[in-house]
Nanobody, 127 residues
Framework: QVQLVESGGGLVQAGGSLRLSCAPS????????MGWFRQAPGKEREFVAT????????HYADSVKGRFTISRDNAKETLYLQMNNLNPEDTAVYYC????????????????????WGQGTQVTVSS
């Protein structure tokens, strides 16, 4: 069992930056592929980015490519999402998730593929 806890959300002006973190308790997170998803009010949860166990393989949604960077520090058991040049459309609750399966960037775009989820952290971008 893995429990994930996100942090780092908040209110930021358009064009600003935030860095989200996700730390697990229980089994070590380095045994999982990890992902970030987000859900805005009235919308479905959408894929943001995913990263493989070693941190070498990554994959992004087109909407965040070039602005967001997913990374992990397995020594610290922490997942990160660096978000730059934020805009109001990025406003959402952001969730981290862990997957125990084989790395497959297309499979890991689907929220149903993940085994464990955090409770989410709110990101609000003002115009």
């Amino acid at each position: 069992q893995v429990q994930l806890v996100e942090s780092g959300g908040g209110l930021v002006q358009a064009g600003g930056s935030l860095r989200l973190s996700c730390a697990p308790s229980g089994r070590t997170s380095s045994t999982y592929n990890m992902g970030w998803f987000r859900q805005a009010p009235g919308k479905e949860r959408e894929f943001v980015a995913t990263i493989g166990r070693s941190g070498l393989a990554t994959h992004y949604a087109d909407s965040v490519k070039g602005r967001f960077t997913i990374s992990r520090d397995n020594a610290k058991e922490t997942l990160y999402l660096q978000m730059n040049n934020l805009n109001p459309e990025d406003t959402a609750v952001y969730y981290c998730a862990a997957d125990a399966g084989i790395w497959d960037s297309l499979r890991l775009r689907r929220s149903t593929e993940y085994d464990y989820w955090g409770q989410g952290t709110q990101v609000t971008v003002s115009s």
